[in-house]
């Protein structure tokens, strides 16, 4: 009868221990979901603030490259002797081959990455998050900063000005006041300009496109990380 009664103790305590560690397994299992879960939301709150800024630098850059596509639409007609304004020959003469660089607020992804990438557990998240920063963003870089059809300053700049700052008007100050028309070139020089303005204005469409289509994906993915907080 006692080895009966204490075997039933033994039991007991054991399932008191039993159920003392799963529960506290379970408690700091439950801890460090919780540590994560917070942890998430700050690096995905840090994405989406910098999301918005990079936003805001690829609405700069588009207007850049617009104006550049301005300043080939003006150059054309000034190369085909028609009426332009000259008071606005300054700007045009600057946005043609001005160049644009991108600038990306990384510090959330890179916190991301520091953390592990499995920190965010919405698998569809975490591949639009991994894509944009790793892919889009390269290759927005890549193009503007490194591919070599876009580098207008270094590859149209020079020749352009060779041909066109003869027939540039200066003020006391040194800044461009006016545009001597029809301009003094000869037929092939207006060939090699055209050219020029064709290259130029496709290579800017084309990056228009690109930058259209990852302003898209921002804010796709603004919308799904605020969804995400949420829930």
Excluded at 64 to 83: D, F, P, T
């Amino acid at each position: 009868m006692k080895l009966k009664w204490k075997w039933r103790n033994y039991t007991m305590e054991f399932v008191s221990i039993f159920i003392a560690v799963i529960s506290a397994f379970a408690l700091n299992n439950w801890n460090e979901n919780r540590r994560d879960d917070q942890a998430a939301t700050k690096i995905l709150t840090e994405i989406s603030n910098g999301l918005q800024k990079d936003l805001g630098d690829i609405r700069i850059n588009v207007f850049g490259h617009k104006e550049g596509i301005k300043a080939c639409q003006y150059w054309r007609k000034v190369l085909a002797n028609e009426s332009v304004s000259t008071d606005s020959v300054g700007q045009h003469y600057l946005a043609l081959t001005r160049d644009f660089f991108s600038a990306q607020n990384n510090s959330g992804y890179e916190t991301l990455k520091s953390r592990g990438l499995e920190l965010i557990k919405n698998d569809s998240l975490r591949f639009n998050i991994i894509s944009l920063y790793e892919y889009d963003y390269e290759s927005l870089k890549t193009m503007e900063e490194n591919y070599f059809e876009m580098q207008f300053q270094e590859n149209y700049f020079k020749d352009f000005n060779r041909i066109i700052a003869p027939n540039l008007e200066f003020d006391e100050k040194g800044n461009i006041s006016s545009l001597n028309q029809p301009l003094n070139i000869s037929s092939e020089e207006k060939k090699v300009l055209l050219a020029y303005l064709w290259k130029i204005e496709i290579n800017r469409k084309f990056v228009l496109y690109y930058y259209g289509n990852v302003e898209k994906k921002i804010q796709s993915l603004t919308q799904s990380i605020k969804m995400e907080i949420k829930s």
